[in-house]
């Protein structure tokens, strides 16, 4: 004889649903290291454009800093007056040897005919993140795919009072080195590099 029970149908209906329910540990683990593998890859590429972006600023400040010597080399920064203005020439000093990892916007008295620099007075030292590095010190003529390129080489980029074009020298400041345009390569950690070139005509780019 069978009782009639008035909650056995939904019971049977509830019970019957049971198993599809929520997710299986398996499909989580699933979904889980496809999460994590997502947000591995966007780390990543985040870094890797951090650091881009990073060597593109310290390119574009070595080139501001070179433009700043030749606006303090044409304005004669720094003299008093009674000083012969033509005496004062800025620079920016690079020397991949010793100084691998900095480059300095220094001050040199050149004399009145505007001759070699000497004497020279560090106005700053800008120092580079750790993780780039001054990698190659180049001259060249027209082409820049012909450089010629030293990764332990050294030089300054002067300016003098009125002339707004550069001069290239030795780190010394003994000799003028012969060239049209200067390079300097900058290069980070993880081989990435970006150009600051310098023409004699004071022309200043990045590329």
């Known amino acids: 004889m069978k009782l009639f029970s008035p909650f056995k149908k939904t019971l049977d209906e509830k019970s019957s649903h049971l198993p599809g329910q929520g997710f299986l540990l398996m499909e989580m683990l699933v979904a889980i290291s496809v999460v994590l593998i997502f947000m591995t ?13 990073s060597l593109d600023n310290v390119a574009h400040e070595v080139a501001l800093t070179i433009r700043q010597a030749q606006s303090y080399g ?10 012969d203005v033509y005496d004062f020439s800025y ?3 690079f020397n991949l040897d010793s ?3 900095a480059f300095r916007l220094v001050r040199y008295s050149t004399g009145s005919a505007g001759g070699d620099p000497n004497q020279e007075e560090v106005i700053n030292e800008y120092q580079l993140p750790s993780h780039i590095h001054l990698a190659e010190f180049c001259t060249f003529d027209s082409d820049i795919e012909s450089a010629s390129c030293d990764d332990e080489g050294s030089g300054i980029v002067v300016f003098t009072r009125p002339n707004p074009d550069a001069r290239f020298f030795t780190a010394n400041g003994n000799n003028q080195i012969d060239t049209n345009n200067i390079a300097v390569v900058l290069e980070n950690d993880e081989g990435r590099k970006r150009t600051v070139v310098v023409n004699l ?7």
Do not use: K
Not at 41 to 53: C, K, L, M, P, T
Not at 74 to 83: A, E, H, N, T
């Open 41 to 53: 890859i966007a780390i990543n590429e985040r870094d890797d454009f951090a650091r881009s972006v």
């Open 74 to 83: 044409i304005s004669s920064q720094g003299s008093d007056i009674g000083d």
């Open 91 to 93: 620079g920016v000093y």
């Open 99 to 101: 100084l691998p990892g």
């Open 201 to 207: 005509t004071g022309y200043i780019y990045v590329e």
